[in-house]
């Protein structure tokens, strides 16, 4: 589906003004930047403010506007595990129970944490596990752009994919987080306006004149088994969505992407409200999409290419409709500087400052670079945007979350449990997706009792580590008296 010639040349100049404008944002945030500090974790300054919405942004992408809306138009409300349900809660859970006190260690990277509790093997370990994690997430981003250029101006899917690196990864490596946090700030108000607009408009037209009406028209012609959240049909459709929002949900919290907002944040407590705040927006905002997914089905006409893009082609008019592309844009620009900039630091804070002695700010920039072309690769790999969002929540999920959770709030004796359970974890899932198995141990196991293959890998990682550090050697982490008072500086 392409738009008329004028209107073409009406978005093309406002998609310019607008890259411009996002170029504009990263040379003054360039001006803040002095140091790998700075570039990595805007210096430990970030505003509440800013904290939350840089947060918001980063996760609240293609998966959410365009692949989960797609997912949840073909299988309904059960699709909504992976996105928006999951991130929503790992936010919240990570308010609770991580954020303060990762804040309080003044970590640059999550490898650092593996470092101080397990060594610098285990420090490693996890950077090679974290960095190709992120690939996948990046060229689903890639991939959903690109085809809203296909869909818009009928670029070529091969061509709009590199146009969307290109410019993603452009002011991430001028500004660092500093360019991520400002362009975020922007980027995601533009889609919270958007996501109102589409669907105000939407439901007054199903609803012919009465937002309500649309509502109730909405839920009463969609199929009973499309509004149904959790499977209901089997006991192993059960546990394979629950394996997908186990996956999206504690899976996230071992990323560089969301707990480097929470080291920028200025103080514990901010690093814990914008957690807070980002979850609930996330969980609130991230229905729209889920909710217009059910609406598409009402349309007369097939979907051509993804449910938002056609639906404000279909409802919006054309000055309304330019603005919603724009804001779509903005959600997928917002996710890509964020999931390029985690894994670049890793990659230059953690591996390759050990062999060269390149400017550690340089480092970082040329590390920005490699991590963008790895992702481009990967996006003409060929694989579903769907496909690639799920892979890239399960490697950190199988191989991190248990020895991140467990070197929190626990002082190991045996620093090899950390990378036992990296590597037990890991290896189980990787060996199990070489053989294309998608259960655990499948031939054997399969037909009798069907076990996902996240829920067995994360099993036998936390089984892995009680081998090198059982129970009743643990010692639990001292809490110190500063998390027990606030950490904001005290008056003079």
């Not at 349900?85 to 990762?102: I, K, V």
């Not at 996710?335 to 990659?347: R, Y």
Request: proline letters at 5%.
């Amino acid at each position: 589906m392409e738009i008329g010639v004028g209107l073409k040349w009406t978005l093309g100049i406002v998609i310019a003004v607008y890259v411009i404008v996002m170029y504009i944002l990263a040379v003054v945030a360039q001006g803040k930047v002095e140091s790998s500090e700075d570039y990595i974790v805007a210096g430990r300054k970030l505003p509440l403010s800013l904290a939350w919405m840089t947060l918001l942004a980063t996760w609240f992408g293609a998966g959410t506007l365009l692949t989960a809306a797609d997912e949840v138009n073909a299988e309904g409300l059960q699709a909504a595990a992976l996105d928006p349900l999951g991130p929503g809660f790992c936010l919240l859970l990570a308010g609770m129970f991580f954020a303060g006190p990762l804040w309080r260690m003044k970590l640059l990277t999550l490898p650092d944490l593996y470092r101080r509790k397990y060594g610098s093997f285990a420090e490693i370990v996890s950077s090679l596990i974290m960095i190709p994690s992120y690939f996948g997430w990046i060229a689903a981003q890639y991939i959903a752009l690109a085809k809203m250029l296909e869909l818009y101006f009928g670029l070529d899917l091969t061509i709009g994919i590199a146009a969307v690196a290109i410019v993603g990864t452009g002011y991430t490596v001028a500004g660092g987080m500093w360019s991520v946090t400002l362009t975020d700030a922007v980027q995601i108000s533009l889609v919270l306006l958007g996501l109102i607009v589409l669907t105000a408009v939407v439901l007054w037209e199903i609803g012919e004149g009465r937002l309500i009406a649309g509502y109730a028209r909405v839920l009463a012609e969609t199929p009973g088994e499309h509004l149904q959240w959790i499977p209901q049909h089997s006991v192993s459709a059960f546990w394979q969505w629950a394996a997908v929002l186990m996956v999206a949900t504690l899976g996230n919290l071992p990323g560089q992407d969301l707990m480097q907002r929470v080291f920028a944040a200025k103080s514990a407590r901010v690093a814990q409200a914008a957690c807070f705040i980002a979850g609930g927006a996330y969980l609130t905002f991230g229905l729209i999409p889920v909710g217009l997914g059910l609406a598409a089905n009402l349309l007369p006409h097939d979907i051509e290419a993804s449910v938002l893009p056609t639906l404000a082609a279909a409802f919006l008019s054309p000055p309304v409709a330019i603005i919603f592309v724009l804001a779509l844009m903005s959600a997928v620009l917002s996710t890509i500087d964020s999931a390029i900039i985690a894994p670049s630091s890793v990659l230059a804070q953690n591996l390759l400052s050990r062999w060269t002695r390149v400017e550690p700010l340089l480092l970082n920039r040329i590390a920005t670079l490699i991590v963008a072309t790895g992702a481009l690769i990967m996006a003409y790999s060929g694989e579903t945007a769907y496909g690639l969002l799920e892979t890239a929540y399960a490697m950190t999920l199988v191989g991190l979350f248990v020895p991140l959770t467990l070197g929190i709030y626990t002082e190991p004796r045996n620093r090899w449990s950390g990378v036992a359970s990296m590597l037990a974890g890991t290896g189980v899932w990787v060996l199990h997706q070489a053989w294309g198995y998608e259960a655990f141990l499948e031939p054997w196991l399969g037909e009798t009792f069907p076990i996902p293959l996240e829920i067995a890998a994360t099993a036998i990682s936390l089984l892995a580590y009680l081998c090198f550090e059982p129970p009743w050697r643990m010692q639990w982490a001292k809490r110190e008296a500063e998390e027990l008072i606030s950490d904001e500086p005290t008056p003079k």
